[in-house]
DNA sequence: CACAAGTGTACAATCGATTGCACCAATGTA
DNA sequence: TACATTGGTGCAATCGATTGTACACTTGTG
């Protein structure tokens, strides 16, 4: 059985001092009107008794918990933990806490996770939504309860939020063009689950590559699939297999990238003299593998501390009319060998 | 300024089929008293209203929160991740939420989590300790809050408190069994701060295993350091260029692991044949760089598992006369090229 | 000297849900 | 018929902190 905590409360201080806990309160959030003398002899028994300001019942009373709750596919990403990152950098500075959770792409657990969140109250909700989902009513009823929104990466267009995302279409444009400057005329893409935006978007920037260099590009060279490192190992066997023939890859993950990267080698075949690579997101790994891999910076931290300044410039005006607002951040091509040939064209 | 969330309560579902507040709060409770007429039609206009539980008025008046604070240095690391997964999937079927944050390795980001997470009201606090903590207060205080604690692998001998560990002493002698078994005669170790638990006990397998063997150790072969990926390159080009003799590595953090091997690479030294080399954590990378490192599995996601259940058990016989409890689990040393001679001996 | 303005606190309602106790009605029992 | 049981709800206090309003006392001003 839960057992009684023996915390101590206002009134306690109250009784102490002889003052009401109203007073106590006040001298506690410095109200102006509290006298200095009562304010220090508040603060002196506080700190004796050792109080804790009880949270809960504070959130009670004025509506608002100070939490930010936070929704990604998962946590074990460099992407994701280093946009929470930079959330919570932002967010404790403004003194809100952060509450970190996880839907692990799939709808079920992140319709649960919003029930939770709203439950505990928390002042608003920053999300990334996951693979796994293709209806967003969950997000609906958390603009319905008037609660802040903000997404970020991933971003259903129909919801009226605001939303942080990087350039995907130049991040990819870049890379490909890129790989097309190394002398590559045949790329292959590992694409991603079309219902989202972010690899729509590096979809369209790979094909628009190949339109505005003037290279032909046919539908066969466009392989969607889960962009995990087993994917994107099968996928590139299975070309290799089959015949095919191609000079580059551009994945829209490097987990996917690597998976490739590994087909490629374990039947000798040299990256990136025969075989140019690039991937996207810069995780760490990216740099400790042979020959690194280039991949396309996505600004991870700064897209967290972006999101949660919007939320709390929203959350400030909260009750005005809503204009859903969309920041763009500019993406960065990051070269390493994976790509880079000695003799380019 | 904070709008009036419009949710309804309980009283509006009270209102709205005339009858009180409290007929309603057992209803949706399913109190055995209630008639099953009486919470069919409140469980109807609840869902009508779109009525939403204020878990926050609830956990005020119960006591507890069903909230799960967890910290760890950091979630950027597959380690701890996994961890949080492993705790997330027990606490969520047992009805808490979890709350996650991290201390960034800093003593002070520690402490003040501590006091957020306190503030919160969390139902109990899943802890492992930052590298930069040396100063345990901030821990006692959560123990005289009657709030319980329970602590994963980085844990401070000196709390009172249950915990979760795998046998790190045995996973390093494992390892370093192994690269003696490899043939190696001089190896290596590069060396957590001592103050954690976990790198004492890496370097005391590593030790032992010499001395089971036999081996001759001499104190400059351990290299004390950050385990991050820069200081592991670092320490090895320091001792390459000083000329010093060694034919096996074995780190106590796969990070430091592959900044070593970067470092041998650069000099053209074979991998494993002229220096073969051991990590510890299992990080996803370690399967993706060439050779594969070898490296300890240390059941992450079970981890979690058992620390969230040691907690759940721990809430329930609140009260009752504390037995701190320690649950050691099994590491499993995985074996890859990094290691594997043709020849051994 | 009267009155306005300013200081410092107290009173009491409130946030939303929970829960011990009281109460009434219906049913069962002797 | 009188009384004990059981079922089904209502009443009101409670969790701990916040806050609008009221009130008493000073101080300042004309």
Chains 1, 2 share one sequence.
Not at 216 to 241: F, V
């Amino acid at each position: 059985m839960a057992q009684r905590k023996n915390s101590p409360t206002i009134h306690d201080i109250a009784k102490a001092l002889d003052v009401t806990p109203s007073t106590v309160s006040r001298a506690l959030n410095n109200h102006p009107r509290i006298s200095q003398t009562t304010k220090e002899a508040v603060w002196r028994m506080a700190s004796t008794l050792n109080y804790q300001h009880n949270h809960l019942a504070a959130a009670l009373r004025r509506g608002r918990s100070s939490l930010l709750g936070v929704m990604v596919p998962t946590i074990n990403r460099s992407f994701f933990s280093s946009v929470v990152r930079g959330i919570e950098e932002v967010a404790n500075e403004a003194g809100y806490a952060v509450m970190v959770c996880q839907s692990h792409e799939m709808q079920e657990q992140e319709a649960a996770n919003v029930q939770v969140l709203l439950r505990t109250q928390v002042d608003g909700i920053i999300v990334s939504v996951g693979k796994g989902t293709s209806d967003f009513s969950h997000f609906q009823q958390i603009i319905d309860r008037n609660t802040p929104l903000v997404l970020f990466d991933r971003v259903p267009e129909s919801l009226p939020a605001s939303a942080v995302v990087i350039d995907d279409y130049r991040g990819a444009y870049q890379a490909t063009r890129h790989l097309i400057e190394q002398g590559c005329r045949r790329v292959i893409h590992l694409a991603g689950p079309a219902h989202l935006n972010i690899y729509r978007d590096r979809q369209r920037g790979f094909e628009d590559a190949h339109r505005l260099h003037g290279l032909p590009l046919e539908t066969s060279q466009i392989l969607p699939g889960s962009l995990q490192q087993d994917a994107g190992h099968d996928s590139i066997t299975a070309l290799l297999e089959a015949g095919e023939p191609f000079d580059g890859i551009f994945s829209a993950s490097d987990y996917a990238a690597v998976g490739a990267m590994q087909a490629l080698k374990a039947r000798g075949i040299a990256i990136p003299e025969a075989v140019a690579i690039a991937g996207f997101s810069n995780e760490p790994f990216t740099s400790m593998i042979e020959p690194g891999l280039t991949t396309v910076e996505q600004h991870s931290r700064q897209m967290g501390q972006t999101t949660a300044r919007i939320f709390l410039e929203q959350f400030d005006h909260q009750g005005d009319p809503y204009v859903p607002r969309r920041t763009v951040l500019t993406p960065e091509l990051i070269v390493r060998g994976s790509s880079l040939r000695q003799n380019p064209r």
